[in-house]
């Protein structure tokens, strides 16, 4: 006779071996990948796509799985990439909507980081097919600094009630953000020793830019798997999308080698990032020669090997002490995608002015405010000749205190002038906070923006768009990274992206809305999204144009 908790055992038995028949699964190789299904969704999450970069594999080129070979669950989502701590001080009168806006800046990362964590998560309607020939969007996973902090269901869900269903991929690389949080209007980015480590030792050994060389790796699995939804040639339907650091990654990827993509994508998506004026990667040495003292690999042979074996949590406590972008120099980050000689030969705006660029359809946009978030950390600055200062040790040391006047000579210290725009005196937090945040946002938002518009538009569709929406929030504005709410959270912006993955065209077929057309040089036709009972209108692409061009001269002329 059976007892009543045996037999429960047994209906739970019975319960599971029936769930995972039901369960969808993927061929990879050999092996079968087991995912979930998540109402209208399957789901394939925490899925390895190379070798893990651990112990003698630390600080290498990513290392191909040549056969998958065991079965496994993909029913969760992997270790989060090691990310620096980073904490926003905010001053003690800012209005307290500033500080809910911003609280989680600094918040804890979930204790789940390893370095193990080179992993691929794929979300697909649950219908979809081999002959579905879905397009597919792939996600900079660090875009909200692990992928698991959002989860790209609604955009797939969206893309099925619009009737243009997609494949969304996510991926964690060696680079990620710090402070994240589940709401994506609050999450900051920045790059990490174990993906943009700088020096003249690492350019030796031909090592730069390995978060960038991780995502190369993908491809080939990628390709594998989405057979089953998009069949082999589903590397042609593929849309690369960032925001932010993200954004300059794919932005980066536009431009290396040459500017073929060898056809592993048909299209690009940057919000607020584009190619930067970004110089050697030995401008890092500072920064490299910084860890390897902290790590007690100073006197070593190979300082590089030396990493390589250091314990994990001495590294990461020595990379932790290093700047950051909340801390005094802002965005002149420890950390950043550098001119390797590999995968970037140049200062990326120097290949974009040679045509090293892929010619596919791309859309790039900007927030109207990118510059206040990052305008906290030197509010000590109140005066013109301590802001000059402050660029020529941070931003351009090479160039003369004459030629940095006479670019900021283009941003009055007139309060109205400063950001966030169109605000007139209020958001006065210190004498120069305006002023410098409009300096900060066309330096490395607006500016590269319309540089890269203007290099590309006769060239290749582009598409060009500004978010202005947010304007009243104190201090902020429409500020970096305000977008990510309505791009992954079924906005307008979220389904004009899921247009163009679609079709290659943002907009709309449907009568009554509004036309998105391309940006030319002749007409740089920009698509605004605002506050109000307008939501959506076309202007023309022609603020600051005197401001932004000085301030791109100057940093093409200096790169960091």
């Not at 001495?314 to 000689?341: H, W």
């Not at 030319?520 to 959506?536: I, M």
């Amino acid at each position: 006779m059976v007892s009543s908790s045996a037999f429960l055992v047994l209906l739970l038995q019975l319960a599971l071996s029936i769930a995972t028949l039901q369960a969808p699964t993927v061929q990879l190789d050999r092996a079968t990948v087991t995912g979930f299904t998540d109402g209208a969704l399957k789901k394939f999450l925490g899925i390895p796509y190379v070798r893990p970069p651990v112990g003698p594999l630390r600080l290498r080129l990513p290392q191909p799985i040549s056969s998958y070979e065991q079965h496994f669950v993909a029913t969760a989502y992997g270790p989060i990439c090691p990310q620096m701590q980073q904490t926003l001080v905010l001053p003690k009168d800012v209005p307290e909507i500033v500080r809910e806006e911003m609280g989680n800046i600094g918040a804890p990362i979930p204790l789940n980081q390893s370095e193990d964590c080179l992993t691929v998560n794929v979300i697909a309607p649950a219908d979809a097919t081999p002959q579905s020939k879905l397009p597919v969007l792939v996600a900079r996973g660090f875009e909200i600094g692990y992928p698991s902090s959002t989860d790209g269901s609604i955009i797939v869900n969206q893309s099925v009630a619009l009737g243009s269903p997609i494949v969304y991929v996510s991926l964690n690389y060696r680079l990620n953000g710090g402070s994240s949080s589940t709401r994506p209007r609050t999450v900051i980015f920045t790059c990490l020793v174990f993906g943009f480590l700088g020096s003249k030792e690492v350019k030796e050994a031909g090592l730069g830019n390995l978060g960038l060389r991780d995502r190369e790796i993908t491809a080939s699995m990628t390709r594998k798997f989405l057979k089953n939804f998009a069949e082999r040639e589903a590397m042609r339907w593929v849309q690369r999308w960032g925001e932010s650091a993200g954004a300059i990654s794919v932005a980066s990827h536009l431009l290396t080698n040459g500017g073929n993509n060898e056809g592993l994508f048909r299209a690009a998506i940057m919000d607020s990032g584009a190619p930067l004026w970004v110089g050697d990667i030995t401008h890092g040495q500072p920064y490299y020669d910084f860890i390897v003292q902290h790590t007690g690999c100073s006197r070593a042979p190979d300082t590089l090997d030396c990493l390589r074996k250091a314990p994990f949590d001495t590294l990461m406590r020595a990379t932790n002490s290093t700047p950051d972008m909340f801390s005094y120099q802002s965005l002149a980050e420890s950390f950043v995608v550098r001119v390797d000689g590999v995968f970037l030969t140049d200062n990326p705006q120097q290949l974009v002015k040679r045509g090293s660029v892929s010619k596919v359809p791309f859309i790039n946009g900007v927030n109207d405010d990118e510059g206040t978030l990052f305008s906290f950390t030197a509010l000590n600055i109140t005066t013109n000749d301590q802001l000059v200062d402050y660029w020529q040790k941070f931003y351009v040391p090479g160039a003369s205190r004459a030629e940095i006047e006479s670019v900021f000579a283009f941003y009055p210290e007139d309060p109205a002038a400063g950001s966030p725009f169109d605000t007139g005196d209020e958001n006065v937090l210190t004498p120069q906070f305006k002023r410098y945040a409009a300096i900060m946002g066309d330096l490395v938002f607006h500016g590269p923006h319309r540089f890269f518009m203007q290099h590309r538009a006769a060239l290749q569709p582009t598409w060009a768009y500004l978010y202005k929406r947010g304007k009243a929030l104190p201090y902020l504005g429409a500020f970096h990274s305000t977008e990510l709410t309505n791009a992954y959270g079924g906005g307008d912006l979220g389904a004009h992206f899921i247009r163009f993955a679609s079709t290659l065209n943002p907009s709309s077929n449907s009568s009554g809305d509004i036309a998105w057309p391309r940006y030319t040089t002749n007409s740089p036709q920009t698509l605004t999204f605002l506050d109000g009972d307008v939501p959506l209108t076309m202007t023309n692409d022609d603020y600051r144009v005197e401001a932004i061009k000085a301030v791109t001269d100057l940093m093409l002329k200096f790169p960091y």
